[in-house]
């Protein structure tokens, strides 16, 4: 079925109605604006039993756009705000946690202030330094990101994501990610 009004979006694994609002329409707590294809709105139970392959429908989003030469398929790997301890990047501007960012939490647990971006640490060559960019996750979640940080271990198409702790680093172990420049 399709929308009767707003772009459909097809539930992933691991959406929540407050992820799918914050990427589309840039706040979480705007989630009651989505509405079923029939336009119905969600009730808080209807939001809590997601199905993946369920479509959605989103107001005044407009539809991602085709893959393009944009598009770098990534190695990430992970590090840790608990291993860095808040230590600047090499921009000198924090992001947030990937936990945080797939929460909608924006507020930087290092800077204090809300940043609106994962912090990432790339190479230069293939992602420019301060860089803005979506992170399409292993599990197709999508994130804002920022190429934030470098590092010595991280040359041609790998990318670390920043973590909240060392165990959940290497609970993740190494992953592939798509950035869309």
Known sequence: ???TR???YIVKLGDTLFTITQQKLGDGNRWREILKP???PFTDKDAANLQVG???CIPGSTPLPPPSDNQINLEA???SMEETNCHPPASGVH???LQAALSGQWQSKCQGQSVGRLQCAVDPNVIPLLTNFTLVLWD???VPAAALDIGTAIIGNKIDIFVDTVTEAINLGVKPVTAIL
């Open 38 to 40: 029939d336009g119905t």
């Open 6 to 8: 707003g772009n459909s």
């Open 95 to 97: 992001g947030v946690t």
């Open 54 to 56: 369920q479509v959605l």
């Open 77 to 79: 790997r992970f590090y």
């Open 140 to 142: 197709g979640r999508q």
């Open 1 to 3: 079925m399709s929308c």
